[in-house]
Structures are given as structure tokens and as C-alpha cells.
């Protein structure tokens, strides 16, 4: 799910990525294709890393610069789970496809991938999407904060900035419950090898004490500048920082570092969850009909809001299954849509900006019709 305050998409976990506020025009996905799963790698806890076979026809398709996520589909008896995972390169390698995937719990795609999932089975992917990426400078040093799974599309972002700008810093302020919940681990510990003198780690542990009052606990408000002395940061410097985690941690970094004194565009971020967040009144039964009419892929077909329909999406997805989406919680930026009649009321979100939201783009997950016929253009 990314740019002034921004993001992107992803993650690892069996979770869904965002696109934080100014994200730029989310790549549109063109249809499924089915990948060969190659490897199957066990990285951490309750978490396996997919490497995935793209033929050569399909290499355009599926090239990707670092920090962009990818849609899952996967059916499971008669339902279709749709998930994102950030791209993450296979280790040591400098192309390919692999996604970083843990088990949250039953039933979802987690589930299936570290338990049931195979060599040689197939898995259906739309194209990579989403502009969560690293700033535009030369000689940076780029700050990453990561929770949990979101580690996923920061290391991918760490290794393109090192490999591509000798003269850039990267340090990463990475949280975990404890350190057998560090996922990745032996990677980072790789890349601080190969990049002794410009790139950084340190590990938060909320739930394991570390021998320093600074290194334990959650990153707050009060802790954070500490942190980032320690990481050679200081206010109106070159840094750039980059967020990715829970709705929770991505939250207090961005607050935490205003407070400090970072701008505004200095700061890019992206969620994989939002943690559970209470639904709305916005977000219940709309209760009434409707008349939608969306355009995608060059055709235009007409939809009928039921009073039971909570959103936009509803109504288009009946008479549109293959319509865009995936997290279908306002965080990927995937139905994204130009609203070109009518007039609508999106709920909580984390994947437009300003200015796409005045440009009249919309989230059909988020979005209730506020008229009673409302037309929607995903190309544009």
C-alpha cells in the first residue's frame, strides 16, 4: 500500500498491506497468473518463505522494484481468500519471487501455506502493485522501523538502497515480542556482514528483557528519540524514514517523529493490518438500493446496491467478480476507482491522499453510495 506521508502494501503474515496517505496511482492488476512454487523455506516462527517459478513470458508481468506486494488468490471449499504479501527477493539472489507468509491462525491462507503448501503447486498472483519505495536521494541515510512481518518489503527496500548508492546509510529499529519471533534473522545478520560500515540493527524486544531499559519493552513516544541517537539520527538531517508494521506501532513512529522534528515528506509508511479496528457506523447494512455503473477494462457494466450491502465493492463484485481488490479494509489501495457521477462517502482508510481523494478517487471497499446512481471508472 505510498510520496509526502506515504505508502504502499504487503507484508508478510496472513495479513494485508497499506498504502499510507499520498500514495501514488496504485499499478492496476491485469488479471491471475499461476506460479510454480519452487521453494518452500521455514524462516522464522509459524512462517515459511515461497519462492515462486515466473516464466520467461511472464518476466515483464512480475518485475518489481523493492517495497511493492503482490495479491494472492487461493480457494479454500467454496470461498475465495484473496491476501498481499510484499515482495522479498530470494536470499542472495538479485531477481525473482518470494513471498514472506506466517500463520495467524486457522483457516486462512497462513494456515494453508505453512502447513498443506508444496513444491510444485501452483499459486495464482496478480501483478505487483502498490508505491511504497525508498526516496529519490543520493547519499540518504534511510531509517526503517519495523514490527513484526513488516520486516518483509524494509529488508527488501534495505538491500536495493545498499546495492545501489555506495555513498547511503541504511538502519533498521526493528520490534518483536522476542527474539525467536525475529523474522529473517539470519538474513539481516548476512546483509550486516556484507555491509558492516553502512547498515545498522536494532533489535526492540517487548516481551524479553535485553540488559537495557531502552531495548526493552514497546517503541513509544518517550523511547524513540533514544532509539534514534543511537541510530546516528537527528532532526533536519538527510534521513528517511520508513515505517511497516501494525496500525498500533506505525501510529506512535509517525507521532514520535513529528514530535522529534522529522517533516512530513521525510516520513513513508505501510500497514499490514489495522489491527482490528472497530467497524464504523459507516460501515453497517447501507439499508437501500442503488444503481451503480463501473467501468473496467474498457467495459461498462451496471450493478444494483442491495440494502444489505455494506459498500460499493459488494455491488460491483456480483456483476464484476474479476474486480480489483484484496484487503478489503481501505489498506491496499487495490479497488481503487475515479468516481465520474454521483457522489460518495468513503469510511476509514490508509491507501488515497489528499490529492487523489480531490481528484475524486475512491476505495469501493471503503465507499457508500451518497446518491442514488453513482458511476465508477477503475482505469482511470
Request: aromatic share 6%; charged share 20%.
Amino acid at each position: 500500500m505510498s510520496t509526502s506521508t506515504t505508502t504502499s502494501v504487503p507484508t508478510a503474515g496472513d495479513q494485508h498491506p497499506a498504502a499510507g496517505p499520498g500514495a501514488a496511482q496504485v499499478r492496476r492488476a491485469t488479471g491471475w497468473y499461476r506460479l510454480r512454487v519452487s521453494r518452500l523455506e521455514h524462516v522464522g516462527e509459524r512462517t515459511v518463505a515461497i519462492s515462486l517459478d515466473v516464466p520467461d513470458r511472464w518476466a515483464d508481468v512480475f518485475a518489481h522494484r523493492a517495497g511493492q506486494h503482490v495479491a494472492v488468490r487461493h480457494h479454500r471449499g467454496g470461498d475465495e481468500l484473496r491476501r498481499s504479501y510484499s515482495l522479498c527477493l530470494p536470499h542472495g539472489a538479485s531477481a525473482g519471487i518470494r513471498l514472506v507468509v506466517k500463520r495467524l491462525g486457522a483457516d486462512g491462507f497462513g494456515d494453508f501455506a505453512t502447513s498443506t503448501l508444496s513444491v510444485g503447486d501452483h499459486l495464482e498472483l496478480a501483478p505487483p502493485s502498490g508505491d511504497f519505495r525508498l526516496a529519490e536521494a543520493s547519499a540518504a541515510h534511510h531509517v526503517l522501523v519495523a514490527g513484526g512481518s513488516g520486516i518483509t518489503p524494509l529488508l527488501s527496500m534495505a538491500v536495493a538502497a545498499l546495492r545501489s548508492d555506495p555513498r547511503c546509510r541504511v538502519s533498521l529499529l526493528y520490534a518483536n515480542r522476542t527474539a525467536q519471533s525475529v523474522l529473517l534473522a539470519d538474513e539481516l545478520a548476512d546483509l550486516k556482514d556484507a555491509y558492516a560500515d553502512r547498515f545498522f540493527v536494532l533489535h526492540v524486544l517487548s516481551r524479553e528483557s535485553q540488559g537495557s531499559e531502552l531495548l526493552s519493552g514497546r517503541i513509544d513516544v518517550e523511547r524513540l528519540p533514544g532509539l534514534l541517537r543511537l541510530l546516528g539520527a537527528t532532526p533536519g538531517d538527510a534521513s528517511h524514514f520508513y515505517l511497516c508494521g501494525p496500525l498500533g506501532l506505525v501510529e506512535t513512529v509517525r507521532t514520535a517523529l513529528a514530535r522529534w522534528g522529522a517533516a512530513p515528506g521525510q516520513v513513508r509508511f505501510e500497514l499490514f493490518t489495522t489491527g482490528g479496528a472497530p467497524r464504523t457506523p459507516q460501515e453497517e447494512p447501507l439499508g437501500r438500493t442503488g444503481r451503480i455503473t463501473a467501468r473496467l477494462d474498457g467495459r461498462t457494466t451496471e450493478a444494483v446496491m442491495f440494502p444489505e450491502d455494506r459498500v460499493l465493492l459488494d455491488a460491483v463484485l456480483r456483476a464484476r467478480p474479476e474486480t480489483p481488490y484484496s484487503c478489503r479494509d481501505g489498506l491496499c489501495g487495490g479497488c481503487r476507482a475515479k468516481v465520474t457521477g454521483g457522489s460518495v462517502l468513503m469510511g476509514r482508510q490508509y491507501a488515497l491522499g489528499p490529492a487523489e481523494i480531490s481528484a475524486g478517487y475512491t476505495l469501493t471497499c471503503r465507499a457508500r453510495p451518497e446518491s442514488d446512481e453513482v458511476a465508477l471508472d477503475f482505469d482511470a
